[in-house]
């Protein structure tokens, strides 16, 4: 599942065996390759130019041209929603006040401690869960304040478990 923002409104799309869907209808959309970034549409039997003026595949965000109007599209994955939910998200990484256990689980690991300073994608600290060992890394820079569990501790979705 996908989450694609279009100028501010928001689309779920969703693979389906029939092809995708877009807010849990069939994508009735023909695109055709012109040349390089240049594309043709054919939608509700209406014909559409389509630029894709720029791509940002690490940010997933995209500027295409159709017949002369611009629209910005943000993609979210399934991943990058279960981290928005969590309060993990990139739009957050600058300030970061706690992270928060994304499901119950088992401490196994501690790789923090109080006064540590971290940066972005550092390991703080596994998490298992349904037999799967969770490494959960840092959303941004800080100094941890303090690590609310302990190795050993189970712990509650949504539970705080370090806070910065």
Known sequence: MFKATVNQSSFEVT????????????FEWEFVKIS???????????????????????AKTFILK???????????????LLLEKMGMNA?????INSIKAPMPGLII???????????????????????????????G???????KVEKGNSVEKGQVLIEF
Request: glycine residues 10%; aromatic residues 8%; hydrophobic residues 35%.
């Open 15 to 26: 693979p389906s065996e029939e092809g995708w869907l877009v807010n849990g209808n069939p």
């Open 36 to 58: 390089g970034t240049y594309f043709h549409i054919i939608h509700q039997q209406k014909s559409y130019r389509a630029e894709v003026v720029k791509a940002d595949y690490t």
């Open 66 to 80: 159709i017949n002369g109007r611009k629209y910005t599209v943000d993609v979210k994955d399934k991943f990058e």
């Open 91 to 95: 739009g957050t990484s600058g300030k």
């Open 109 to 139: 690991a501690l790789k923090v401690k109080a006064g540590d300073e971290v940066k972005t994608g550092d390991q703080l600290l596994i998490l298992e869960a349904m037999k799967m060992e969770n490494i959960i890394k840092s959303p």
């Open 141 to 147: 820079e800080g100094i941890v304040k303090a690590v």
